[in-house]
């Protein structure tokens, strides 16, 4: 399509997943025709993938809420903003009047981490509440990395990065970035960057239950048992440590404890975890010995080892591995990032490293970290009567938390329930009152989270491609208004007051100016192609907060979970035992993406991979339909049978199942396909973490009819 006289192009930041890539927009009678990636965009560099046009399709999508509303039934009445937020108001501010600030509960869902003004406005919004229960997606998700951090580095954010572009060996577990486009680790074109880290004589090994889209361009592929990567971690840091390829660099001064996890590591040899793991003795030691032997090494795990019962060791590990061969903080190893805005140095200032275990959950004793619970026993404290009042920010838990509908049932009688949300989904389903939002290009952007995270230090600044429709509102004000509404001390009210009057341009503005690179709103704001602020630099031991400025090798709640891992060792195959996996999808985000006809268009994706060994010896073929159970619940899915899955295993995706009265969402619900999370098991989690452990579910599955 040729461009006619009255079109525009406009640049803008993608916000679907955390690569974060630059757009090229064009718009024409106010939609946009074309989303393209920006090729001169310093960062990403033309990269896009199949979903960015999809933000349009949001944007425009008729089942999108556009008006304020509040619940009657199933039914909706639309209100004005006023009436919505005074009666949200209203509700929280009686519930946590008459039962105390923690009968109150917020979960903060993913998008937030795209949404640098809206984290903000939810920052606000906790403050007025002023200690409402808080979960958020964080523990269904990489809680494991954030504990190391704070344990080993001093600080939750501060969080290492493959230095991917100067890497020479890349050893991937649990993660799939092919698909994901990365994660903990913005790197836009991840599959370009691999295959030129291959191109100049890397290597790249993925450890994967299933045979995934990474692991079909890496040099190597080993299948592993869901849940056990803990394990070959430990073998791999005992085979270092008594094969004496250990070398540290010059970190070796700035480490503590590596005498603990020597003698931590030395039972765990190859020969024992060879068959819990599935992976052979020889591969161990071989992997370990590359590892050290190269230049520029690393070791990368996402949410593959996070999702399981071991996520806490496994997070652990990985940097242990990274310290112990010398790629921590190395040049093409595991890094740290410089962003525009300092988010670990300011969270220092104010007192806020993170913190773990201070109190834990009412019911099962789950520990906090960072001011957190795990979201694996919302519904409980729920049930239970702790909670009686919930604000959901862009969060789908239902869909996205193990139970899924226990938690839906538990929303049911809650006496509040407040979604500041874009759609009606199994979860917003049963807000009390609704609050719509501004969404992707009709907002002004800057990456806070996701910058900390990046590949390569930069910052971008996108102006609004869009005006809003006018019913709805940016996360920030929805979120800094409600939270005038409901401080009922002085000192909170002037808080939302003052923040709500600064604006959030004005916050990012004075933490940039503030920060090592000392840029500014407007600077940015001329650069739509954005900012680049060099390759990543080493900073230990300068960036630590540990207290004695070291990286801590051996924690203590790490050194003192190590016990469960002998159990795991012992712990035997069980014949015919299934363990379920999740995957994701190039052409779906999480749980709500599936209302855009053009990425759920095409054969069904919500199947079962099940190898051909496991649907043989129960008569299954590729699209039967089979009863897929756990201990909490089933679901119908079709089989796709395939050798790409392990021999006992089973992957489903997550994210599906659009149904139940009152979602809105007319297209999903034609391909609704079931949730995993209907099946997840909340009782599973990371006994150190709490983390929601959704890898490894044990589940039969058996023909439907
Ligand atoms: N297209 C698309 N992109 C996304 C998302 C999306 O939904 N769709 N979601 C975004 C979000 S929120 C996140 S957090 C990131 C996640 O990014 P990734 O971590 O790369 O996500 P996955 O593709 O789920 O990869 C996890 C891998 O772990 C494997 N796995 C499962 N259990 C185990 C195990 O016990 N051990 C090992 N070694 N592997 C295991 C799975 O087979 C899978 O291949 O992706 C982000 N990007
Ligand atoms: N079994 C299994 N479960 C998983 C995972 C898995 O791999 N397997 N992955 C986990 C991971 S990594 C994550 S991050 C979580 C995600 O868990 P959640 O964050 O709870 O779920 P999402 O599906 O991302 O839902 C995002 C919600 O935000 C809304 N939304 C989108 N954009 C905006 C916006 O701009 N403003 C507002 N206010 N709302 C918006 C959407 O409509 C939706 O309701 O799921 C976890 N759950
Ligand atoms: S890779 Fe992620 S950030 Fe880039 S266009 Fe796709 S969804 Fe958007
Ligand atoms: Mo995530």
Redesign the pocket.
């Known amino acids: 399509m040729t461009a006619t006289p009255a079109a525009r192009t406009a640049f803008a930041t993608c916000v679907l997943?955390?690569a974060s890539c630059g757009l090229q927009v064009t718009v024409e009678n106010g939609k946009a025709t074309r989303v393209e990636g920006n090729d001169r965009d310093v960062f990403s560099k033309g990269h896009v993938?199949p979903?960015a046009v999809a933000l349009e399709d949001v944007r425009l999508d008729p089942d999108r809420v556009r008006e304020p509303f509040v619940r009657e039934g199933t039914a909706r009445r639309n209100v004005g903003w006023q009436e919505a937020l005074g009666t949200a108001a209203a509700g929280l501010k009686r519930i946590q009047r008459e039962h105390g600030p923690r009968a109150v509960a917020v979960y903060l869902g993913?998008p937030m981490a795209h949404n640098g003004h809206g984290l903000l406005g939810a920052g606000v919004l906790l403050g007025a509440l002023r200690q409402p229960t808080r979960f958020s997606?964080t523990s269904a998700?990489?809680l494991p990395h954030m504990l190391a951090s704070l344990e080993m580095f001093g600080h939750q954010a501060l969080l290492p990065v493959p230095d991917v572009d100067r890497c020479q060996f890349f050893l991937c577990?649990?993660?799939?970035?092919l698909?994901?486009?990365?994660?903990i680790m913005t790197a836009p074109g991840i599959e370009r960057r691999l295959s030129d880290l291959r191109a100049r004589g890397g290597k790249l090994v993925v450890?994967?239950?299933?045979r995934?889209e990474t692991a079909a361009v890496a040099d190597e592929h080993h299948f592993?048992r869901?849940?056990?990567?803990a394990l070959l971690l430990l073998a791999m840091v005992q085979t270092l440590l008594e094969g004496e390829h250990a070398n540290p660099g010059r970190l070796r001064p700035h480490l503590t404890g590596l005498d603990e996890v020597q003698r931590l590591a030395k039972p765990f040899t190859p020969e024992r975890v060879a068959p819990v793991t599935g992976i052979g003795a020889d591969v161990i030691r071989r992997l370990s010995r590359e590892l050290a032997a190269s230049p520029a090494g690393v070791v990368y795990?996402?949410?593959?080892?996070c999702?399981?019962e071991f996520g806490g060791l496994a997070g652990w590990l990985l940097n242990v591995l990274n310290a112990l061969t010398g790629n921590l903080d190395r040049e093409g190893g595991s890094m740290f990032t410089t962003p525009a805005v300092d988010v670990v140095r300011l969270g220092a200032l104010l007192g806020q490293r993170g913190s773990f275990a201070r109190y834990h959950s009412r019911v099962r004793g789950l520990p906090e970290f960072g001011g957190e619970l795990p979201v694996a026993c919302l519904a409980e404290e729920i049930e239970a009567g702790h909670i009686k009042g919930l604000v959901t920010i862009a969060g789908n838990p239902v869909s996205s938390t193990p139970n899924g509908e226990r938690l839906a049932r538990a929303l049911e009688t809650l006496d509040t329930m407040v979604s500041v949300d874009i759609y009606r989904n199994e979860t917003t389903r049963h807000a009390s009152v609704f609050l719509p939002t501004t969404f992707g290009l009709e907002r002004e952007h800057y990456d806070l989270a996701l910058s900390i995270v990046s590949v390569r230090n930069f910052a971008r600044w996108s102006k609004p491609v869009f005006e809003p429709p006018p019913g709805v509102r940016d996360d920030w004000d929805v979120l800094t208004d409600l939270a005038s509404g409901v401080a009922y001390g002085i000192k909170e009210k002037v808080a939302a007051r003052a923040a709500r009057a600064l604006g959030a341009r004005r916050v990012f503005d004075l933490a940039m100016r503030a920060g090592p690179h000392r840029v500014t709103v407007d600077a940015l704001e001329k650069q739509p192609h954005g900012v680049d602020l060099g390759p990543l630099q080493p900073r230990l031991p300068d960036a630590l907060h540990t207290s004695d400025r070291r990286v801590h090798l051996a924690p203590k709640h790490f050194v003192d979970d190590v016990p469960r891992l002998h159990a795991l060792l012992e712990r035997a195959v069980v014949d015919g035992e299934l363990l379920l996996?999740?995957?994701?999808?190039?052409?779906?985000?999480?749980s709500w993406m599936h209302n855009s006809h053009r990425l759920v268009k095409g054969r069904p994706r919500c199947t079962l991979l099940m190898h051909p060994r496991d649907a043989g010896a129960r008569g299954l073929t590729t699209g039967t339909q089979v009863k897929l159970r756990s201990r909490v619940g089933e679901v119908r899915v079709p089989v796709e049978v395939t050798d790409d899955i392990a021999p006992g295993v089973v992957?489903l995706p997550h994210?599906w199942g659009q149904t139940g009265p009152g979602v809105e969402l007319r297209i999903a619900r034609e391909q609704a396909g079931a949730s995993i999370n209907d099946v997840t098991d909340d009782a599973r989690v990371d006994a150190l973490s709490g983390n929601a452990a959704f890898?490894?579910t044990p589940v039969q599955v058996e023909r439907a009819d």
Do not use: F, M, W, Y
């Not at 577990?173 to 970035?177: C, E, F, K, M």
């Not at 869901?226 to 990567?229: F, N, R, V």
């Open positions: 997943c955390e993938c979903k993913n997606a998700d990489q577990l649990g993660a799939n970035p698909v994901s486009n990365g994660s450890v994967d239950p299933r995934t592993i869901p849940g056990t990567d795990g996402r949410v593959g080892v999702h399981s996996i999740g995957r994701r999808s190039l052409r779906s985000n999480n992957s994210g890898s490894g």
